[in-house]
């Protein structure tokens, strides 16, 4: 299940797209099947599936702590899959993973596996288009979505070249450093949205930052989609399954709530 079919029935009711990312196997395998089913069940369009990593570029606090406790608790790549076929089906699942996992993996056999557990395609933070032609040949001979970044420091050749190579949605880098809750919205995110809708007729997602209903409706005005991670993450760091299982609803709940109308 690709993201198309997603974004197209948003953009019919008027409004972005909610994206949750949570890690697999965070806390564990089990635990982040139930939490991702969860954040389905209250409202996200999209999920986005972190590979837990010892050594992260991208991710803030929140990620590393979530990651550090699923790798603490045995997590290893093909656990990836059995949360993915655990999940899929219901909404499009995407994986967001630094680049040097998959090579180890072996880039045909990820295809092969993701797409063999109906997984839509990979986020890539780390690899850029110029050097992406392995992925490029295995992502069209498996029909799974590519989605690489840009973000406000990205040249207009740059943004071209980046939603040229892509395909699903563009991811907006809202901010130049890591993920986490911040206090507002970026102020650079507008015009970074406006610059690559120049570009490109993809949707666009904006990443980093939001973590309630009211920045999800600021976001949401101008995005195709509005992505959402350590804020979930936050939900179910230092607290048990059940009391994290109702704060991650009530959140999710509340964030679809804000992309449906931040376009009123």
């Not at 599936?49 to 290893?76: C, E, H, K």
């Not at 995407?94 to 596996?113: A, I, K, P, S």
């Not at 970026?186 to 209903?213: K, Q």
């Amino acid at each position: 299940m690709n993201v198309q079919s997603a974004f197209a029935a948003c953009k019919a009711e008027g409004r972005a797209a909610l994206v949750g990312y949570l890690p697999a196997g965070f806390p564990t395998v089990a635990d982040s099947i139930a939490a991702i089913d969860t954040m389905i069940d209250s409202g996200v369009d999209i999920v986005e599936i972190g590979m837990p990593y010892t050594d992260p570029v991208m991710d803030g606090p929140a990620i590393q702590r979530a990651a550090q406790q699923a790798l603490d608790n045995g997590f290893r790549t093909k656990d990836l899959f059995e949360v993915l076929d655990a999940v899929s089906g219901r909404v499009p699942i995407l994986v967001m993973t630094y680049w040097n996992l998959v090579e180890r993996y072996g880039v045909r056999r990820f295809g092969h596996d993701l797409a063999g557990c109906g997984g839509a395609g990979l986020i890539t933070p780390d690899l850029i288009p110029e050097e992406a032609q392995e992925w490029m040949a295995v992502s069209d001979g498996y029909d799974l979505d590519r989605v690489f970044l840009v973000a406000p420091s990205s040249t207009d050749a740059r943004l071209r070249s980046t939603c040229e190579a892509s395909r699903g949605f563009v991811y907006a880098q809202s901010i130049m450093g890591v993920t986490g809750v911040r206090a507002g919205t970026s102020s650079a995110a507008p015009e970074l949205v406006r610059r690559t809708r120049e570009v490109t007729d993809l949707p666009i997602g904006v990443g980093l930052g939001v973590r309630d209903g009211a920045q999800a409706a600021e976001v949401g005005a101008f995005a195709d989609a509005v992505i959402v991670g350590s804020a979930f993450i936050n939900c179910l760091l230092d607290t048990d399954s059940a009391t994290g299982g109702k704060k991650l609803a009530a959140l999710t709940s509340d964030l679809a709530a804000g992309v449906r109308s931040g376009r009123d």
